[in-house]
């Protein structure tokens, strides 16, 4: 009977440890002298044999109610002790702004470098933002050449650009000297099979006919290798494709250069080479511009809507 009477104290024990596992330290440590008391009740009970299981009983209900009864005051305790969150808060943005010892139109500086602003709105400043970039005037033009570029050049810069033969559209044999502007005259050496050479021929109209007249840049495209009907899969301006001249053979490019397409020679009314680059690029378009304009302020003037 005893043993029955140890297992059950021994499970109520158990069960009321359990349900107090939620409580603080201090609280913990209660539940601990108090089952310790209870164990301690127990095992004094067996031991002397002076006491009997429903007096040990009584023992371990009474420490687990005083217990009970001292986390529920502890609780309480601690509830009174805690601010209320609705009173301590701040109401709005004033009232924490006040507590902190500022005021709401107080300035914020931005981490953008050059723009401030407030809180209400009232002061701002922002750096300008440029649009478009400003033109600048033009510079004096100059060829930068790599030693293997320069050996493939036969015609160099100021030196008189050759007479060349070359086909139309219909097949006559044409000069190009016969060819050129009365201010400057571009002509672009390009081929078919090549992506960046046949680009430039496309743009010639957008990035060069758009922007100076005739009168002072005459464009004198030359297809170099292969024939007339290729021009067929090129979507191109029709004042470009008019102009285009062939060279089948190669023969006149071969008095120009020895490789390296697409080629772009500028010349003056004399027939002189004023500028010339052996690629198409951002760059080449750039200083192309520039070299145009740089020209023309010797006697002519671009084309006012020129961007």
Not at 142 to 167: D, I, M, W, Y
Not at 183 to 202: D, S
Request: with cysteine; glycine share 4%.
């Amino acid at each position: 009977m005893n043993v029955t009477v140890r297992l059950s104290l021994l499970f109520l024990l158990v069960s009321a440890n359990w349900l107090l596992c939620g409580c603080s330290n201090d609280k913990k440590l209660q539940n601990s002298s108090s089952s310790q008391e209870a164990f301690d009740a127990i095992s004094t009970t067996d031991e002397s044999g002076s006491t009997n299981s429903s007096q040990a009983a009584r023992k371990m209900a009474k420490a687990v109610a005083e217990s009970s009864v001292a986390s529920q005051r502890n609780n309480i305790d601690a509830a009174s002790a805690r601010p209320d969150s609705k009173t301590t808060q701040p109401t709005n943005a004033t009232d924490a702004q006040a507590k902190l010892g500022t005021s709401v139109n107080s300035t914020r500086p931005e981490t953008r470098q050059g723009k401030q602003s407030s809180v209400s709105g009232a002061t701002k400043r922002h750096r300008p933002f440029l649009h478009r970039r400003q033109r600048r005037t033009p510079y004096r033009p100059t060829v930068h050449l790599t030693t293997r570029h320069a050996e493939s050049c036969l015609v160099q810069l100021g030196k008189p650009f050759p007479v060349l033969n070359v086909s139309d559209l219909n097949g006559d044999r044409q000069s190009t000297a016969q060819l050129y502007g009365d201010q400057l005259t571009l002509v672009v050496f390009w081929e078919a099979n090549k992506v960046f050479a046949r680009e430039q021929y496309t743009r010639l109209q957008t990035e060069v006919g758009n922007i100076f007249p005739e009168s002072a840049v005459k464009i004198i495209p030359i297809k170099v290798w292969g024939t007339s009907k290729e021009l067929d899969e090129i979507d191109v301006s029709p004042s470009v494709q008019a102009s285009c001249l062939f060279d089948p053979a190669g023969e006149a490019f071969a008095q120009v250069a020895t490789s390296e397409t697409p080629r772009s020679y500028l010349l003056d009314k004399n027939g002189i080479v004023v500028w010339f680059d052996l690629e198409y690029s951002e760059t080449t378009r750039r200083q192309l511009r520039n070299a145009i304009e740089f020209h023309l302020q010797h006697g002519a003037t671009a084309n006012p809507n020129a961007k």
